[in-house]
């Protein structure tokens, strides 16, 4: 508060998953700054200038072109704060400021010192703001010693920021905040001894991991995604799931040690015992999990799994379960695409591949903005082709044939030259039926006229792939996102316990939510959408070092481990021979 008080920005620094996010708004909350006077905008090294100050939108009205400005989160917040000159109605919080580019930097910094000195401000596009109003400005950071994130930022912006770094909590505070957070689960954890035997494994892991974790180690995030896990995941040993979320910052080598110091009873021991089958229509292992089936159809399961491929698929199947991203890593045909793709065959969802690549940018992964054709206009086009066609037919027309031919595949320019070349016969009759016939042909000499030029076409916002799954309910995987790992950045709110998804650059916005509540509060400059139940994320890496810690704490990490032996391969070859034509 004292930081707000003397107008300087409030720095949270810390690794992921400390909390940093959770008490900048706790702060708000207090200031009783409600949800639409809160804007948080996540940094990323692709976020540009019309994410964050106003984008325009160009549009067509008839043969004019115009462009129409939409402000973006810093400049609809400053418009709104005209009111906020006594006490603070409006707030901020710029997430991983650190991964912000030096000119983004640059303008930020005059931004902010507009809403200090609550002086007059000058928009990058020119436009003029006044009567500023008073605005909360919170940022958070990745820990300087993990990341270097200080040395991003000039002098300057050092200098109007009042840094709190977060210590690590004590193990009283370790227990305190646990138990809050473990209470709001099931009555699996109601036990002492269970949630004792929770505290002790966390604090294990923790110890562990922190040996070889560039993050520090296992944080909150841990705990609170194992309450989500428990939640979903009734069915589950709770050895199982402790082994599974606390085990994600420590190395191969060390998971025998951390399960030996726990005395968690591991279910991959007994992996070649459990059996992969379709009964009641679930995906089963067994009765240890059990997913429900997209589309239930019986069949037999003919891809046969290793061992190392099952622990992974049983794996994925909680993660599933628990409706949470999952990060598959592994080295380059370890099989990452294979399980996600045979998965999703057995279960029945439609998968989708974004492949990345070194070109991959951000809108490859949510859509763009592209001229396209009226399709209402086409649409009515292709009637009045279909009925203009059945009249030359009724009448016997000598030269159907040829325009039968020339309006199959709705090539205009040939449609047009068959008119004109026949306009002089289709206008000379004078009969009921020629008089119809010339009524139709002038339909379609002003439906084409219409799609001629400008009048033609439209700005349109292409969904992507990803986009059309959210809405759909269908399966998305990026692939190789170790290619362009800055772009995933963007998708951090994706990725959150609670998902959502803002799309900026289509007009309206676009507000992608999994909560059914706020499909009701729809603001008049956002168009507000539900994240379909069945949709899941699906993310791969052959290189997960290049991936931000902030990303991998907020998926369920599952590495695949490649072939040692040679029976692993011997395994590998007999099991995809075995419905084949040579066994």
Same mark, same amino acid.
């Given at each position: 508060?004292?930081?707000?008080?003397?107008?300087?920005?409030?720095?949270?620094?810390?690794?992921?998953?400390?909390?940093? #996010?959770? @008490?900048?708004k706790a702060i708000y909350n207090y200031l009783n700054i409600v949800d639409e006077n809160l804007k948080r905008i996540n940094f990323s090294p692709s976020t540009i200038l019309e994410d964050v100050f106003s984008r325009t939108i160009p549009k067509i009205d008839g043969e004019k072109v115009s462009t129409e400005k939409k402000e973006q989160g810093l400049l609809s917040i400053l418009k709104k704060s005209e009111n906020s000159t006594k006490y603070?109605?409006?707030?901020?919080?710029?997430?991983? $400021?650190?991964?912000?580019?030096? @000119?983004l930097l640059e303008y930020l910094y005059s931004y902010l010192n507009s809403i200090f000195n609550q002086e007059d401000y000058i928009s990058p596009d020119g436009d003029k703001?006044?009567?500023?109003? +008073?605005?909360?400005?919170?940022?958070?950071? +990745?820990?300087?010693?993990?990341?270097?994130?200080?040395?991003?930022?000039?002098?300057?912006?050092?200098?109007?920021?009042?840094?709190?770094?977060?210590?690590?909590?004590?193990i009283n505070e370790i227990e305190l905040l646990a138990?809050?957070? $473990?209470?709001?689960?099931?009555?699996?954890?109601? +036990?002492?001894?269970?949630? !004792?035997?929770? @505290?002790?494994?966390?604090?294990?892991?923790?110890?562990?991991?922190?040996?070889?974790?560039? #993050?520090?180690?296992?944080?909150?995030?841990e705990i609170l995604k194992l309450g989500q896990f428990i939640d979903k995941c009734d069915e589950i040993p709770i050895d199982y799931l402790l082994e599974l979320i606390f085990s994600r910052n420590i190395p191969a080598s060390e998971i025998e040690k951390f399960k030996s110091e726990t005395g968690l009873n591991s279910i991959s021991n007994s992996l070649n015992e459990l059996k992969l089958k379709i009964e009641n229509k679930h995906l089963c292992f067994d009765n240890f999990v059990k997913y429900k089936? $997209?589309?239930?159809?019986?069949?037999?399961?003919?891809?046969?799994?290793?061992?190392?491929?099952?622990?992974?698929?049983?794996?994925?199947?909680?993660?599933?379960?628990?409706?949470?991203?999952?990060?598959?890593?592994?080295?380059?045909?370890?099989?990452?695409?294979?399980?996600?793709?045979q998965l999703a065959n057995l279960i029945g969802a439609k998968l989708k591949i974004i492949q990345f690549n070194s070109e991959t940018t951000s809108l490859d992964i949510i859509g763009k903005l592209e001229l396209t054709i009226d399709n209402k206009k086409i649409d009515e086009l292709k009637k009045s082709i279909k009925l203009f066609r059945d009249k030359l037919i009724a009448k016997k027309y000598p030269k159907i044939t040829e325009f039968i031919v020339e309006s199959e595949f709705l090539d205009i320019s040939k449609i047009q030259n068959f008119l004109n070349k026949e306009e002089v016969n289709f206008l000379n009759g004078k009969e009921k039926e020629d008089l119809d016939l010339q009524f139709e042909y002038n339909q379609i000499k002003e439906k084409i006229n219409k799609l001629s030029g400008i009048k033609k076409t439209h700005f349109n916002f292409n969904l992507s792939a990803l986009i059309k799954a959210m809405e759909n309910g269908e399966w998305i995987l990026l692939d190789d996102i170790n290619f362009a790992p800055q772009e995933i950045e963007g998708l951090m709110?994706?990725?959150?316990?609670?998902?959502?998804?803002?799309?900026?650059?289509?007009?309206?916005?676009?507000?992608?939510?999994?909560?059914? #509540?706020?499909?009701?509060?729809?603001?008049?400059?956002?168009?507000?959408?539900?994240?379909?139940?069945?949709?899941?994320?699906? $993310?791969?890496?052959?290189?997960? #070092?290049?991936?931000?810690?902030? @990303?991998?704490?907020?998926? !369920?990490?599952?590495q695949i481990q490649p072939f040692k032996e040679a029976k692993d391969y011997a395994e590998l070859i007999a099991n995809n021979l075995k419905y084949s034509d040579i066994a």
């Open positions: 508060f004292v930081a707000l008080i003397s107008n300087t920005i409030l720095v949270l620094e810390g690794p992921p998953g400390r909390g940093k #996010t959770a @008490i900048s603070y109605n409006q707030g901020l919080i710029l997430d991983e $400021i650190n991964l912000a580019s030096d @000119i703001y006044e009567n500023i109003g +008073n605005i909360g400005v919170i940022a958070t950071m +990745n820990d300087a010693k993990l990341s270097n994130s200080r040395t991003s930022l000039s002098i300057s912006f050092l200098n109007r920021c009042h840094f709190l770094k977060l210590p690590d909590y004590s138990e809050e957070i $473990i209470r709001k689960s099931n009555n699996r954890l109601s +036990n002492g001894d269970t949630f !004792l035997r929770v @505290i002790k494994c966390f604090k294990i892991s923790q110890e562990i991991s922190k040996k070889y974790s560039e #993050t520090g180690g296992n944080t909150f995030r089936l $997209i589309n239930p159809e019986n069949y037999e399961i003919k891809t046969q799994f290793t061992i190392p491929q099952k622990d992974a698929l049983m794996k994925i199947m909680i993660g599933l379960l628990a409706e949470r991203p999952i990060l598959l890593s592994g080295d380059i045909g370890t099989g990452k695409t294979f399980i996600v793709e709110p994706l990725l959150e316990e609670e998902p959502t998804l803002t799309i900026y650059e289509n007009d309206p916005v676009l507000f992608f939510t999994k909560d059914k #509540t706020k499909i009701k509060n729809n603001e008049a400059d956002f168009e507000i959408h539900q994240i379909h139940p069945d949709f899941r994320l699906f $993310i791969s890496t052959s290189k997960d #070092t290049n991936i931000s810690s902030a @990303i991998k704490s907020r998926c !369920l990490c599952i």
